[in-house]
């Protein structure tokens, strides 16, 4: 049975994240905003330490951790798991309450690092281990339907030649491998989409340019090229056979891991904005009665409180969906629906904590403003709010992606 209470195994590693979340992220936050682009040296010293922790068999820190359900182990034991993936989440969420952006820029922490995670085979995931993946899925043209891919991967002889483009790759430029999304075949539709790692100084990559943004601007975002790019078979990430019947299996298996992840971003930003807002308010003579009801209380005080119980049914949602990866369970949907609830409620709540500032929450004499921009890139990126929710009704309804579009 699912208990939603955070386990106490995990309160260490919590404790140890909200740590260095305070005292090593949150004071360099508006300095790498303000320098858009320049590297973060300091998350060299962080990654070293998580580095340290992973080395001696302590439970997951903050990177990405892949949903992968081993049926043959341990099913009849009937025992409830906290595991990698819930671990996971509440890390990162403590670390986007220092900062989103630099959780972003830690080395071997990359999106693409989950990807490898779901989809890898064994072998795969030892020849890997230590390097730090970019994932580049979205296309120019194709939004957010990951499924409409135009970039190309044919087979020859040992290898396979990529060519296409790809924009918004987190971590594009600083990371030392991209995992690619591509099709072996346009004809035969989503199943024949694979993921490919292509190691930065592969003959045919090339980073074109990396974007100028309204948040997350400590995280490097770049649009790289492939032409007649030229992959080892062998870095084809889990099986090459084409099965039309799992369809889009790769993509998704990688976003059920990845979606709670960014749920957890935008409920770790949002926590950071209520923490200031109730201390603001309170020095303005506001004070939150948890003890009496809402509609009897100032505006204010009701706003928080409405606010407050959004991010709980966000974070809840994120915990349902990570639990269920680290007990074997399809979370697809759960993984949208946190996704969803989580990128919307991070939008409201940050800038709902901007108004109830006021002049405080609109200038930089405060990070409001900044948890404000952040959080807009986590309703967005992953499969937009839209996205979600189309998905959500599908898995509600029994319907295809065909039937509702």
Not at 18 to 28: G, K, W
Not at 120 to 148: F, V
Not at 323 to 331: F, H, L, Y
């Amino acid at each position: 049975m699912i208990n939603l209470e955070t386990p106490k195994k995990h309160a260490t590693l919590i404790d140890q994240a909200h740590q260095l979340a305070m005292n090593m992220l949150r004071p360099i936050s508006r300095k790498y905003d303000r320098a858009e682009h320049a590297y973060p040296k300091e998350l060299d010293m962080l990654a070293a330490l998580i580095d340290g922790v992973s080395e001696t068999g302590a439970s997951s820190g903050a990177g990405a951790s892949g949903v992968r359900r081993d049926d043959a182990a341990d099913d009849d034991t009937g025992k409830v798991r906290n595991g990698a993936n819930l671990a996971s989440v509440l890390s990162v969420a403590e670390m986007c309450w220092g900062d989103t952006a630099l959780l972003l820029s830690m080395p071997r922490q990359g999106l693409g690092n989950s990807a490898i995670a779901s989809v890898a085979n064994e072998e795969q995931l030892e020849r890997y281990r230590g390097t730090w993946a970019a994932m580049a899925i979205t296309e120019p043209g194709t939004g957010s339907d990951s499924a409409s891919i135009t970039t190309t991967a044919v087979k020859d002889g040992d290898e396979y030649v990529i060519n296409g483009e790809k924009i918004y790759v987190t971590s594009g430029e600083r990371a030392d491998s991209v995992v690619v999304w591509a099709t072996l075949d346009k004809d035969l539709g989503r199943g024949a989409i694979k993921s490919f790692m292509v190691r930065k100084d592969n003959p045919g990559l090339k980073v074109e340019r990396l974007e100028h943004k309204l948040g997350i601007r400590a995280s490097d975002t770049a649009v790289i090229t492939f032409t007649d790019c030229r992959v080892p078979a062998e870095d084809l990430l889990g099986s090459p056979e084409i099965d039309t019947k799992s369809g889009f299996a790769g993509a998704m298996a990688t976003f059920d891991n990845t979606r709670p992840l960014v749920a957890a971003m935008a409920v770790g930003c949002a926590r950071a904005s209520l923490d200031l807002t109730r201390d603001l308010l309170e020095q303005a003579g506001v004070v939150v009665d948890y003890d009496r009801p809402a509609q009897s209380q100032s505006a204010a005080a009701a706003t928080f409180l409405r606010l407050e119980a959004d991010w709980e049914g966000a974070k809840l949602l994120m915990m349902q969906a990570a639990w269920m990866a680290d007990n074997r369970k399809p979370n697809s949907l759960e993984a949208s629906m946190a996704k969803a609830k989580a990128g919307r409620v991070g939008s409201d709540v940050t800038l709902s904590c901007v108004q109830l500032c006021g002049t405080l929450g609109y200038s930089e004499g405060e990070l409001l403003e900044k948890w404000a921009r952040d959080s807009k890139i986590l309703d967005i990126f992953e499969g937009t709010q839209q996205i979600q929710q189309l998905i959500v009704a599908r898995r509600v309804l029994g319907l295809t992606s065909s039937e509702l579009r």
